[in-house]
């Protein structure tokens, strides 16, 4: 299992009349959050693109539980569960300052070629950088 925390601040464009964040941001947030995971692995889009491959989202799920308002720090919990093999499966528990959960949401991308959109198995500059965190 890998995890990661990711904090950030809801700036004033991603509220909406009411001062909440507007719901589609959390989506957002949750790619953010799933970037930075990655980043700590040495995968990120960059090392991507030079190898062909994209992860594009096949699956994302999300539960509100409460609003979050703008300038409020939220912290952003992303899990990977299980080594991946084709798809990586991400979850996310966003919490507010007071440690209140504000929403669960759970992604699924898949390895794909760039070049013909196919899905592939995972690729080995994937592997060689996760797989120590799984085995150890």
Do not use: W
Not at 16 to 39: I, K, P, W
Not at 67 to 79: F, S
Not at 89 to 108: D, M, P, Q, R, W
Request: charged share 25%; aromatic share 12%; glycine share 4%.
């Amino acid at each position: 299992m890998i995890s990661a925390e990711y904090k950030l601040r809801p700036r004033y464009g991603e509220v909406d009349q009411m001062g909440y964040v507007y719901h589609a941001n959390y989506v957002s947030f949750c790619h953010e959050a799933r970037t930075e995971l990655l980043r700590q692995y040495g995968i990120n889009d960059s090392v991507l693109e030079e190898n062909n491959v994209m992860i594009p989202v096949i699956n994302f799920q999300i539960t509100y539980k409460k609003p979050a308002r703008y300038d409020e720090v939220l912290t952003i919990t992303t899990t990977v569960r299980n080594f991946p093999e084709v798809k990586l499966h991400f979850e996310f528990e966003i919490k507010n300052g007071k440690n209140e959960l504000v929403c669960t949401a759970v992604s699924t991308v898949v390895f794909v070629n760039k070049a013909n959109r196919q899905p592939v198995r995972l690729p080995h500059f994937v592997k060689d950088a996760l797989k120590p965190a799984f085995i150890g």
